[in-house]
DNA sequence: CGAAATTTTGACCGAATGGACAAACGTTAG
DNA sequence: CTAACGTTTGTCCATTCGGTCAAAATTTCG
């Protein structure tokens, strides 16, 4: 009767794990849908309860997908946190895109979540995008901007950089069904993403390679 | 009275044009609602007349939603198709890419509508997938490989190398609402398709140069 | 055990949804 | 003018939607 939701501290185990049952399956159902095309009914009914006990946990929709965000990005950014201003250049970049592939292996449907969110017009974190998202980004564009002075790396824009590796890497989460596709059966297995790997890390270690200009 | 939908041939201008008009709001409300997300009376409303109306011309929310998939996948491939094996290889890769970029600046929609799709897990389109388009990346890659071959271009994966150029110039279209976050109000204006150009020429171009063998 | 607290559910509600229909409106050609 | 055809809309319908509620079932704990 009592309502567990607003404390700070979830009280039972059983609370605890009902409610990550439940953000497993709105999981799934958000990151395919997107919020509209998502109802409540379908996530109870994935999560194996009914609607009402669903809404026990949580206030509502909009309150399921809040905390489903809220969690993707604590560890969306944190690849690009590591990315060190120590360290050489060139393997600092190829660990980053290492990092954004695994993640796009491993968190496939927290890559399409966002997606999802970013083709809607980013209307629940426009916020944080032109605030913690900038600041970090601003930030390590200046990182990479040093290594270009120093004569590490070939000039170029840093942030256009930055949305390449994005790009390049979360497309085999957001897009896994057209490169399962396109790859065929043979090709399309779990060799696709080591097949991923080298091709990025050619495409950006060459096409950054140091050249021309004397330090 | 009579349906207007079936026959092959339409009929008055009237029925061209409101058809046109209907597709175009569908655009925007699909491409960034999704299929299940978007509602019919939305895209009445922005096609400025009423429901009953709407269903005049077409059948229902899927026959609008065919169509459009359908329009889209004509002019999709077109840019790929023109990648042609006379020519210099990297200058037709740079044109390539020049061509995709332009189309995520010019078709926001159009790329936001596919990749909707694609995150839904292209239910409406996968026999095209695995089909036509696989047919055509693969004839391309094929291409490529013989300009590899030739030491025209480095060695690597053709097909990876096709996905790493969708993602990163679709990338503009689909996650425009980051990217013009990201680069704030100066760097985020038209001038970020033509420094996105520059960033990925430079990484294909030189990622791509040759090296090495000896043909 | 048994009482209190927690968890689950069936029934229900108003609003929105995709769609049907016939009546009304407009246009045009004889 | 008017009959025929094309177009538009108000009304209606069954279903689904997000969400509520009180009662029932279960767990927890003294």
Redesign the interface.
Known sequence: MTAPLQSPRRRTRIQQEKRDVILDAALDVF????????TIDQIAEAAGMSKPNLLYYFKGKEDIHATLIHRLLETWLAPLKELDDIGDPLTEIRSYIRRKLEMARDFPRES?LF??E?????PRI?PM??GE??SL?DEKAEVIKGWMRAGKI?R??P???I??I???T???A??????R????PD?GGDGRFE??A???E????????PRGQVS
Not at 174 to 179: A, E, G, I, N, P
Not at 181 to 184: I, K, P, T
């Open positions: 990151s395919t849908h997107g919020y509209r095309g998502a399409r997606a999802n970013m083709l809607q017009g980013a426009m995008l032109e998202l900038k980004v070939a170029t824009d942030w256009h950089l949305f390449a994005w790009a390049t979360q497309h085999y957001d897009f896994d069904v057209q490169v596709a396109v790859l065929g090709r097949d991923a080298r091709l990025l050619q495409l950006f270690l060459e096409g950054l390679r």
